[in-house]
């Protein structure tokens, strides 16, 4: 596939993948590896280097040398030029990406080419433009003396930032970090998912070869505890953490942020509502929430699991839904009939089985699917589940309150504006929701009382990337996006000049 990030082993077709620290690949100096498999048949891809200390270590030291080197002596326009410079050539390479997201993920090739590819480009040119065009703020303060003084705010890097990021959108969820982090100035050390590590990985050639200082971007493998993940959030050289995963790792992580007071930005889990009020237009509220159940195989952070659905148009609503996910087509991500693909894990395929295996318990009626389809071939070695409707489950069954991250939904019907808002607060996450209406004072009226960080009225995934990002309750901290981004990724100093 590349020439550097990756080598073929010479003893079996598949690919060694390892650490990119101060511009060179290496391997871990433990020796360790794990291994990488398709969730598409199970096969392996290749060996992954595991990162011990030492390796975090070198990484951490070489992101600090680089601030204090070249990195740091750039001007905001000639740092920005070069972070266009990655994009283009993420684009230029845009099949060697694609390629790689699609073996680790098993995703379809038209998802990872419409999504996930592109999106991970656009975020160095987002936040290149968004470092470069955004103000800060300056007083003028009146002084006894007549002449005054005058403040003026200037932002500045926060130092060596550690990116911790998930599988389900491997590149796209780790520049969306690493963008804003470099167009502030900071450096980097990256601990991808164990789950989908080449993608990040490759992007270190795309460093190279467009002239990124050595040691601005690193990339560690491992897992999370006692592994790569824990060594880079309790380094004491690490000034900040921006993760994106669960929340119970998140909590993990809080802890380890402690040493030292670092600073964190969190975007962790929900169990999203969708409300559908009986006065929506009906195709378009069952396609968006079609897309918002099974796209990714369930694996969207923002993606639905409990639609609320107004008692008039409960069973047409359910029928229809149905009828779409028995069409969905799985199948190798290369075929482009298919529009869903495996579970990125056997680990992860053991969890969903298991919510399909409690809904029942729960009480639920399963409307479709509930396990696993019928693959042909080598397929069945992959990590399949059933698109998987359930109607019936009773208020406050674990299926409806824990996030399962898999391609299934509960629909339940709900009588008027305010048992919907009630039903849907009803969680301890609060990351996005979409609501169904024609009426747009109430639907308005509706997302304002929602408790999440990102409503969509009328929509799914419609993503600016000016706009902020981020959950409440238990979904998050802080935001991203757009300038926000830059509100961990800079301290705000204030400078007083008395004149
Ligand atoms: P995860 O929490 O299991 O792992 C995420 C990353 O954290 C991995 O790189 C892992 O190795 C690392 N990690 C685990 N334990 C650690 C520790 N103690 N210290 C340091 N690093 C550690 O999450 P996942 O299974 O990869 O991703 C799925 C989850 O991510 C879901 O809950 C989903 O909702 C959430 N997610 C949230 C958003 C968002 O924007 N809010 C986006 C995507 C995914």
Redesign the pocket.
Known sequence: MTAQAMSRSPAADTVEVKQFVAGEFVAGTSGKTFENRSPVDGSLIGLVHEAGKAEVDAAVTAARAALDGPWGQMTTAERCDLLHAVADEINRRFNDFLEAEILDTGKPKSLAAHIDIPRGAANFKVFADVVKNVPTESFFLETPDGDGAVNYAVRVPKGVIAV??????PLL?MTWKVGPALAAGNTVVV?????TPTTATLLGEVMNAVGVPKGVYNVVH????D????F??QHPGVDAIT????????E??MK?AAHGVRDVSF????KNPAVVFADCDMDKAVEGTMRSVFANCG????GTERVYVERPIFDEFVARLKAGAEGLKLGRPEDPETNMGPLVSAE?QRKVLSYYKLAVEEGATVVTGGGVPDMPGDLAKGYWAQPTIWTGLPHGARTTSE?V?GPCCAVIPFDGEAEAIRMANDTPYG?ACSVWSENIGKANRVARKIEAGVVWVNCWFLRDLRTA???SKQ??IGREGGVHSLEFYTELKNVCVKL
């Open positions: 911790i990021s998930p599988w389900n959108l969820l601990k991808p998912s164990e789950e491992g897992f999370g505890p592994s790569a993940g824990e880079l959030t993760f994106t995963g669960e929340t119970r790792t998140g993990a992580i380890q975007e962790l889990g929900g694996q969207v952070c923002l992860h996030e991250f990351l990002f981020g959950g979904s998050g």
